[in-house]
């Protein structure tokens, strides 16, 4: 087997490019001497993003202006949708959709909750609550589809002595196991996560029949085990390379040794090289034979983080094995008071590197929200910002106008909710209008339901006398003329969706209406921001099996909210962007000159470990399924990787809403191995930053006290004479001269 690695400090696509044009990856394939033979080649990547980036290095690499590339093809990963080998299952039932999955599994749910009894029930039988626990069938769906259990296998899973309703629950998936293939042979579909394994297994096949020129893997870890065996195949080729990303060869081999000391414990998966020792027991090599493509540019890092992240077994050796003072040069500590101190700190080390002319930067967390403010904060500057992650459809122009729709149809014209909906910009009603129907009947007391109760209500309104200071009394007829043919439009768009109000219908019969009031309303799929999508999502729930549930029209909402938050809306890739947000998956293998690695909180990077409704710890490891640790060596081998860029600054938030944080076990593993110099130097240069931060919106000098109001205007303005019954505050003057 041929295998290599790279170590964390050295870029790891500019060094697989230079050692594949240079002819150190595969004998007798030296693309330097012959550019035109790279176009044989194979290579395999984790993400599209690293496929987009090795592009580039292979230019730079071979310093030629125009090249023919090789064929780079994205390998994908268990959280990813993007796969290389669709090309191989041309004969293969198509996959159903992910919204129509959802729809399916949600259904099933729901007959299972309504038919335990009301004392037995585990979960809430309706649509809404159905969809949540069907992302988690439908995650559980997925472990079972990648480890081959056997339906028989899951018959025995539950031991006498666990609660009841660990039994139910696993009554339960036992007969979706079992009858899940069956249903989907009925719609002519395939699962999508069976669909991958078999087209990862017809690749492995065709490559272990010496198909195509020289293949290359590099950059994945072997998670699942159906890509652990594609990259064996790959690297017993006579023209194949496994090339690993970070493989700790500075660990004595008896430490090394601990991590496979006993695969069944939990907290041995949660390690960083967990994964990649696993993957040398699936090639059966020794670490020894893994030779690496080049040399560290950090050594004394690369050291403090072999020697942090040591097995928790043999940590009584980090005594002896002490690390040098500048293990954490260039390493910069922010431990800010709040989030919000956290991002503007986050923003200000970001604006530092423009104004140094730092190339590439970018901040890497899994927070959403401490990506959002990041982003917000750098509005200070006109910065652009590329954000990879996007936001939940839900949260979309398109998804939360399509949301207020639905709510406001529901709530049978209530206000609060139509309010909210006439104020999105896709309303395409005038602001007259709106601010017409608002003032005359949509403040004060509530009118009746419905389109037609609004347009009694402003009839009503209108023939009434107001007192000068009411804001009713300002309304002029052509203001009432305009609220009245508001109403009118209300009516001609939404009758049809509130009258299904009545009694409960069919899931099909609710999306047809909604969709129809939503273009009445002005939903333009061309132009609205997250309209396309929307309308994709919408075409794949008409195409689904219609749910044989019936739900009423205040279910329908909940149950689509819940369809669009499963759904991400991402912004195209700007190129132009100087800062990138990145999540630790889609930053695999991207090399910048400056990272901020944000948010390094337990429960936030590494998430908590959490186990899901069907299967409990004892279950998932007497099925041979991963236990939750498995993200968090997969998030601490993320942590170790991207500590490799030499420019590199590590937050966290000491208090957040109100409570103390605890810092990441990465962070705390690091307090604890580097020396006291180190750490406080890299500590004093996050204060420099919070420093820099804390003095942004600071006042200039000293603060003045305000001083105490006193109105004085002429005697020309003042008024002669006031009538009591005008003057609100007699009455208080009254009481409390």
Known sequence: ARVYTIPPSAPFLPTLAAALVEGRLIPGFRPKDEPLILANATVFLPTRRAVRSFSTSLMEATGQEALILPRILPLGGVDEDEFAFEENGADLPPAIPATGRRLVLAQLVLQWARATGAGERLIASTPAASLAFADELAHVLDDLTIAGVPHEKLLQAVPHDFDRYWETARAFLNIIWREWPNILREQDQIDPTERRERLLAREAERLAAGADGPVIAAGSTGSLPSVARLLNVIARRKDGAVVLPGLDQ????????????DFEIDSAQGHPQYGLHRLLGEFSLKRSDVASLALPLLPARERLLSEAFRPASVTDQWQANPTGDDALDDVTLIEAADPREEALAIAVALREALAQKTPYSALITPDRALARRVAAELTRWNIKVDDSAGIPLAESEAGRFARLVAEAAASQLAPVPLIALLRHPLCAFSAREIDALEQGVL?????????????????TARAERYHPNDPKARLKPEDWDAAHAL????????????????????????LSAHRTALLALG?????????????????ELAAAPAPRFTLTLADYAEAFTALLSGTTLRAPLDEDAAIRILGPIEARL??????VLGGLNEGVWPAGAKTDAFLNRPMRRALGLNV???????????FVQML?????IITRARRQGGAETVASRSW?????VARAPAWQGAITRGERLLGLARMLDRPEGAPKPIEKPAPRPPLAARPKRKPGTAAPGVHTLYISP
């Open 443 to 459: 403040r004060g007391p509530r009118p009746a339901s419905g389109s037609s109760g609004l347009l009694r209500a402003i009839e």
């Open 590 to 595: 991207v090399s910048f000159d400056r990272v």
């Open 644 to 648: 490799g860029t030499r420019d590199i």
């Open 628 to 638: 939750p640790e498995r993200r968090i060596g997969l998030s601490a081998h993320d």
């Open 523 to 539: 939903l333009d799929d061309a132009a609205d921001p997250g309209a396309a999508e929307l309308a994709e999502i919408l075409d």
């Open 668 to 672: 705390q593993r690091l307090a604890a």
């Open 250 to 261: 500075l660990l004595d081999e008896k430490s090394f040794a601990e991590i496979a000391s």
């Open 487 to 510: 109403a009118e439009k209300l009516q001609a768009a939404l009758d049809p969706l509130c009258r299904l109000n009545e009694r409960p219908l069919s899931f099909g019969q609710l």
